[in-house]
């Protein structure tokens, strides 16, 4: 079986060097006679593949020195609580803006521990600055840069004033450059443009390292795992190391301008075959289109099954739309080759054509 175009939200595609090299370092990792799974992760093999994991990730995305990396477990889903319970310090408001799906689950669990105050509530678009009604008391403004399900991105980069800006980067880290130093925190589970689920990147600005509001679990304070170096517990050593693969990927790839050019064209193609015809539709302010998941709807619903069965068959897969939502998705992260997107594009036009 050749592989397939995998257009999944996540888990996704990993590069296929990446695989091919850590298939033949899975036996033995550099001569030492062992896999980085059974590695300890104290040993100094681990210790020098995380380090080098970090400074891969440190120079690609050119993070100051003053913000620490943190290699988690949890999911971002954890980040939602463990937000809150590191930044409100002694506040009990929070600004957040609701974009989506995964802003709400954001905002739900911030409830637990403050008041939310929703700076704007938008659907199928991003809010411009001018409407972000921020809260002067709020401890932080907590955002989703890109919400993966309606795929829906902000075009820019909020100002949250003085207060620290938090994002939710899940399904648009690594994807273009970013101005890190904008941030207090920014968190993204791996399993999209990182590396496999199971690991959590998180990257603070120092100063936000204070007391966690009290009772907060040990493993849900940022300073803990910060003072350990990720490793007060077993961090997800495997996670770890593909995710260094990756970045090592990237920068071969060009870094992170190479990256956004590619995937650019590669949403903008897609885009243009969707408005291009009365057949496929996407519903997003073509402002805030995402450049990573492209959701799209066909004229007949009822064709949907029969869309998804004959895509599967020219090797284009995991097309399903969220279930929330319908449709389509076509998630289409760093490691989706180009190739994949034009053929998408050629599949979704000889569809038109027979069943259009
Ligand atoms: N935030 C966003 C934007 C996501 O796309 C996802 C996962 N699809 C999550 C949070 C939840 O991530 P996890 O499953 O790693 O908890």
Not at 78 to 107: C, E, H
Not at 297 to 317: I, M, Q, R, W
Request: proline share 6%.
């Amino acid at each position: 079986m050749p592989r397939v175009y995998n257009f999944s939200a996540g888990p996704a595609m990993l590069p296929e060097e990446v695989l091919q090299q850590a298939r033949e370092e899975l036996l033995d990792w550099r001569g030492s006679g062992m896999s980085v799974m059974e590695m300890s992760h104290r040993g100094k093999e681990f210790m020098s593949i995380a380090a080098q994991a970090e400074a891969s990730l440190r120079e690609l995305m050119a993070i100051p020195d003053h913000y620490k990396v943190l290699f988690l477990q949890g999911g971002a889903s954890s980040q939602f609580a463990m937000v809150p319970l590191n930044l409100l310090g002694g506040k009990g408001r929070a600004d957040y803006v609701d974009t989506g799906s995964w802003s709400k689950k954001a905002i739900s669990e911030a409830r637990r521990y403050c008041e939310v105050n929703i700076a704007c509530a938008t659907e199928y678009r991003a809010p411009s600055q001018d409407e972000l009604q921020l809260d002067p008391d709020a401890a932080y403004l907590h955002y989703t840069p890109n919400e993966t399900i309606a795929g829906v991105e902000f075009p820019y980069i909020p100002d949250a004033g003085e207060v620290p800006l938090v994002a939710d980067m899940s399904s648009t880290i690594l994807s273009r450059p970013l101005d890190v130093s904008r941030f207090g925190v920014i968190y993204a589970g791996a399993q999209k443009n990182i590396g496999p689920a199971g690991l959590t990147v998180v990257i603070v600005r120092e100063d936000l390292l204070g007391e966690p509001r009290s009772g907060t679990p040990t493993m849900f304070s940022y300073r803990i795992h910060a003072e350990n170096g990720s490793m007060y517990n077993t961090p997800p050593t495997y996670a770890w190391y593909l995710a260094g693969l990756v970045f090592d990927w990237i920068k071969r790839k060009g870094g992170l301008e190479a990256m956004a050019r590619i995937n650019r064209r590669k949403a903008e193609k897609l885009y243009a075959a969707i408005d291009g015809s009365d057949f496929y539709h996407n519903p997003v302010d073509r402002g805030s289109r995402s450049w990573m998941n492209v959701p799209f709807t066909l004229a007949d619903p009822s064709l949907d099954d029969t869309f998804l069965a004959e895509a599967k068959k020219h090797g284009l897969v995991t097309l399903k739309g969220h279930r929330s939502v319908g449709g389509m998705r076509a998630s289409i992260y760093n490691a989706m080759p180009e190739e994949g997107v034009d053929a998408l594009v050629a599949f979704m036009a000889a569809f038109e054509k027979r069943y259009g």
